[in-house]
């Protein structure tokens, strides 16, 4: 029998807490709840939770501060924030800051299981690859081949710019996680890609879907996180 994954949740508010306690000790998970900052960090040292669910509105310190204290430590443990503040910004700087999602409440159940599924999946792959580069990126009927810097959908090469190639990439790396406009502008275009405009990488991300022949309000492969960034869907 495989041991439980534990996730931390650092929530002040009891029924929230619990809810979320509820929902994933139904779903063989192992809930460790905290209702303050310090009371977080603590706990997070003390049991090394595989991922932590953490709300920026604490009492006693804002969550913000736990993310960079997490971020600055060896061992990087995934993320998701949840959240009352839905301001793009406030979603855009904890993304930018090294949290690995971001949901606002209220939320659903099945949401929050998806993404914590997501993230986990990720630091699986992340953990496995340490010191490998991998070849290529599988999702769907879609396949990313960086050894051979090719695209294949269903079988079939598309042929994409530099710069689209190196998008697509990027994304594929990161599958399932929401990566910035800034994040991606800077990664594809250094420090001061774009001249601070979103607006070459808006250019770039039409011909892609153009090409994967990809309807934006239905997306197969690429989310739109309006005003942030963008996800590759993961499987």
Aim: no cysteine; proline share 4%.
């Amino acid at each position: 029998m495989s041991e439980k994954q534990t996730i931390l949740i650092i929530e002040d508010e009891r029924a929230i807490s619990n809810f979320i306690s509820r929902a994933l000790s139904a779903n063989d998970y192992r809930a460790i709840p905290a209702y303050t900052g310090k009371e977080g960090l603590t706990l997070f040292f003390s049991h090394g939770p595989d991922l932590v669910l953490l709300d920026l509105g604490l009492p006693d310190m804002d969550g913000l501060e736990i993310l960079t204290q997490l971020r600055g430590l060896p061992r990087e443990v995934p993320v998701i924030i949840i959240s009352a503040r839905d301001r793009e910004s406030e979603k855009v700087r904890a993304l930018d800051m090294g949290a690995d999602d971001y949901v606002v409440k209220p939320f659903g159940v099945s949401e929050l299981l998806a993404r914590i599924r997501s993230t986990l999946r990720r630091a699986d792959r992340l953990k496995l690859s340490q010191g490998i580069q991998r070849d290529a990126y599988q999702i769907k009927d879609l396949t990313i081949d960086l050894a051979r810097h090719q695209v294949l959908l269903a079988g079939e090469e598309i042929h994409f710019t530099q710069n689209e190639f190196k998008i697509i990439e990027l994304l594929a790396i990161h599958a399932g996680k929401v990566l910035t406009y800034d994040f991606i502008l800077e990664h594809i275009w250094g420090p001061y890609g774009g001249s601070g405009s979103n607006q070459i990488l808006r250019v770039n991300m039409a011909n892609i879907r153009r090409k994967l022949k990809e309807n934006p309000s239905e997306p197969k492969y690429i989310h739109t996180e309006l005003g942030i960034g963008y996800r590759m869907l993961d499987d």
